[in-house]
T-cell receptor, first 115, second 111 residues
Framework: EAGVVQSPRYKIIEKKQPVAFWCNPISGHNTLYWYRQNLGQGPELLIRYENEEAVDDSQLPKDRFSAERLKGVDSTLKIQPAELGDSAVYLC?????????????FGEGSRLTVL | QKEVEQNSGPLSVPEGAIASLNCTYSDRGSQSFFWYRQYSGKSPELIMFIYSNGDKEDGRFTAQLNKASQYVSLLIRDSQPSDSATYLCAAPHFRFGKLIFGQGTELSVKP
């Protein structure tokens, strides 16, 4: 079974440029998460989707970040314009929705460097 | 106070020793707790979860939970160099349906 697929793996951009990350979750997983992980820190949730509905985006900096999950499958996270502080690894994860087991399946992540 | 806190380390132990990783949490409503392992440059992967007070053993790994003290730990017996990684403690925030991670403890097992 294919895992969570993310692209690109690495992205280097100059500040003020836009960037987009794509995620394809595990087939059948209705819940999709975007986390941001700074160096030496644990992942922090940016947004959570249940199917195509964003049910928790309280930590998403909405002035520059946007996300969508069309048809409840693939998802895209966009940053426009990027700032130096956005340099981090952006992790996509999916789950079957049973949070009590805590089994989130993570993709390999997209490492963003903003110069 | 962070909702889930861990000692960031690094924690260094010799091969064959017991590694002890600790985590505290603030939400008394948290019912279950998870340990994820993250190798350098890789994504986190679940290694254990626990929801009852006491110990839960899985091979060389033992998770311990003390809800009264709001404390959860992970013991790794007979540590191997391949156990060198960052270990993330996590607790679900049921009200908001999200998993909250600690900052992680970096473990280094020296041959």
């Amino acid at each position: 079974e294919a895992g969570v697929v993310q692209s690109p793996r690495y992205k280097i951009i100059e500040k003020k440029q836009p960037v987009a990350f794509w995620c394809n979750p595990i087939s059948g997983h209705n819940t999709l998460y975007w986390y941001r992980q700074n160096l030496g820190q644990g992942p922090e949730l940016l947004i959570r989707y249940e199917n195509e509905e964003a049910v928790d985006d309280s930590q998403l900096p909405k002035d520059r970040f946007s996300a969508e999950r069309l048809k409840g499958v693939d998802s895209t996270l966009k940053i426009q314009p990027a700032e130096l502080g956005d340099s981090a690894v952006y992790l996509c994860a999916s789950s079957s929705g049973h949070l009590n087991t805590g089994e989130l399946f993570f993709g390999e992540g997209s490492r963003l460097t903003v110069l | 106070q962070k909702e889930v806190e861990q000692n960031s380390g690094p924690l260094s132990v010799p091969e064959g020793a017991i590694a002890s990783l600790n985590c505290t949490y603030s939400d008394r409503g948290s019912q279950s707790f998870f340990w994820y392992r993250q190798y350098s440059g890789k994504s986190p992967e679940l290694i254990m979860f626990i929801y009852s007070n006491g110990d839960k053993e899985d091979g060389r790994f033992t998770a311990q939970l003390n809800k009264a003290s709001q404390y959860v730990s992970l013991l790794i017996r007979d540590s191997q160099p391949s156990d060198s990684a960052t270990y993330l403690c996590a607790a679900p925030h049921f009200r908001f349906g999200k998993l909250i991670f600690g900052q992680g403890t970096e473990l280094s097992v020296k041959p």
